[in-house]
């Protein structure tokens, strides 16, 4: 759901191999060893239950591919918006800038 309000659901939707190739997850000792359990992911209540209350459905992506997509999505944002995306940077102080929280409930932590 995340990635659909971003706007990047369909994008992932292009990325994302067929349901086959992902849907069983399996337990075994070695790639080419003995199966202890396939659990077909789909089939559980779990699953079921997702499909019922989200309009989005579940994909499998690997992360690199999807930090690619993210890299892209941020970096093309920051460029039209003229801010600077930056890495490995902390913000150690910011002075001249006041928030107010739009919050209707107030608590101190």
């Known amino acids: 759901e995340v990635l659909r309000e971003a ?3 369909r994008e992932v939707w292009d990325m994302v191999p067929p349901s086959e190739h992902w ?3 399996r337990y075994c000792q ?5 199966d202890y359990c396939r659990d077909d992911h789909f089939a559980s209540a779990e699953f079921r ?3 019922q209350v989200s309009p989005s459905r579940v994909a499998q992506l690997s ?4 930090e690619s997509l993210l890299l892209q ?3 093309a944002a920051a460029e ?3 801010s600077q995306l930056l890495f490995g940077t902390s913000l150690e102080s910011l002075s ?3 928030c107010s929280s739009s919050s209707s409930s107030s608590s101190s932590s």
């Open 23 to 25: 849907r069983a997850f």
């Open 7 to 9: 706007g990047l659901e």
């Open 63 to 66: 992360q690199p591919r999807l």
């Open 96 to 98: 001249g800038v006041s």
């Open 30 to 34: 070695s790639l080419v060893g003995t």
């Open 80 to 82: 039209q918006s003229g």
């Open 49 to 51: 239950m997702q499909s």
């Open 73 to 75: 999505r941020a970096q």
